[in-house]
């Protein structure tokens, strides 16, 4: 067993050698007489260049930061702790490797060496605090990152309450306007404008949410096919004509010769070009300019929307494409500033790049995307507004209308009709089959969401119905519920397609029409049950 002496010195050489921190100790003169390995190894000074000299003659700079008053208290008696918080350091040495530091954090601690009641020196212990320092940091960094992002998020959600009631008040307001029934023809004109107006930039809201949550959980999904770039873009600036049109705005499009098509979705890229158009016009004041000029680049189109209007302030210019940014930078514009978010994320799903461009604010703005070409192929035209010409286009088909929601089913009703479908509706499934024992459909078109027997359900049951002409009858889901899981769920139940609420009559025309087998295949099955 070894004595307290053997002990004693046992304890010296740990500290010494082995010690996780660093010790020096002086005499009272304030002469170094003890330097362990771990100040060896990161103040690069061995004990042997050390010893014997007094603390402010190697580190001199102790005195420029008034630290010999510090020794002359602990002389007295007293203990200094030092905090890292407030000096950083008290002897300079380098930062940890790994760590963004520009020296090593430490805090350290001053005592009296006491022989009995006497102090006969001073032992200085210091500490390397690094790594809790850049821990400190990063949650100092996480903690004004979250406060930022609840910050922003409270703006959205302020924002969106805004863009919603506004347009709600307008359609309230002229709805109070209209139960008077002595309005003027001019005074229902401008009422019914102002209320299909408000309804589609609600539409527009929405349909940005519905995107971004999409794209949050990675169920944007792209149904690619080569689409003829010119012809998408000729679409969207038709789209947007009457927006421009009404602010005196000269909206101009060109396009290169012998453009190639590109690899992707025509909806969601027509969804690009109208979000960059609308964009600039909302931005650029009366008379002003709007440009699209579509070119090829080697192997990449290139797609350039230009404009005369508000500009981008030069700090805004790096964040433009981030959530929640109002467009170009001015709160006095309408939106939830999704758009170019969104246009920002299509156009990396289709492994293409976008950038922005301005001189400064009032000096306009250019946004230019590149899409991968593809080879040059027969392409499909752009989806958008096939039939918008033929007000008819759905005459003498018999559609059978599901929806339990009577404005709904009112509304719906009457606009098939208006292009000559013939229709007849039901409440629920039980109503449903009771009109089906004497009406012979076309196409079914019913609601998720019943009373009694969902549409899930309800379309299953139709599929086994002993009407074997019914049975292959074609089936569209048209619902609010419009996550990838219900519109996967209603595929399996038997439906052939799903279009979601709030209802474009014109394209669920289109999509009527597309499910439509040529009318004498019609006419056989039906003489055959």
Partial sequence: MLGSTELSQAFLE???????????????????????RWLEANTGLTAAEVMGRRVFEVFPELVERHFEKLYKQVLHGESILLSQRFHRYLVKMPAPDGMNLDDMQQTARISPLLSGDSVVGTVTMVYDVSERVVHETELEVARLEAEKANQTKDDFLATVSHELRGPLTSILGWVAVLQNRSVDQNTLLRALQSIERNAKVQNKLLGDLLDIARIEAGKLKLEKSQVNITTVAAAAVEMVRPVADAKKIDLRYTAGVGINPVHGDVHRIQQILVNLISNAIKFTPASGVVSLQIEQTG????????????????????HIFERFRQGQGSSAHEGLGLGLAIVRELVELHEGTIGAESAGPGMGAAFTVTLPASPMTVVQPAAENTFAVDNNRLHDIHI???????????TL????????????????????????????????????????????????KMRRWENATLQRVPAI???????????NNAFDSGFNAHVAKPVNVSELAEQILRLQPPRDQVQAGRSDS
Wanted: hydrophobic share 45%; net charge negative; with cysteine.
């Fill in 299 to 318: 192997e990449y189109v290139r797609i350039r929307v230009c404009d005369t209007g508000a500009g981008i302030d030069a700090e805004l210019l790096p």
């Fill in 400 to 410: 059978l209308l599901v929806e339990d929601n009577d404005d709904s089913r009112e």
């Fill in 14 to 36: 740990w500290l010494e050698n082995y010690a996780p921190q660093g010790i020096f100790i002086t005499d009272e003169n304030l002469i170094i007489r003890g330097w362990n």
């Fill in 413 to 460: 009703e009457r606009s098939l009709e208006r292009f000559g479908a013939v229709v007849r509706s039901a409440r629920s499934a039980d109503e449903a089959f009771v009109v089906l024992k004497e009406f012979a459909p076309h196409v079914v078109l019913s609601d998720l969401s019943l009373p009694g027997e969902s549409g899930f359900v309800f379309i299953q």
């Fill in 477 to 487: 889901a048209v619902s609010a519920f419009t996550s990838i899981e219900t519109q």
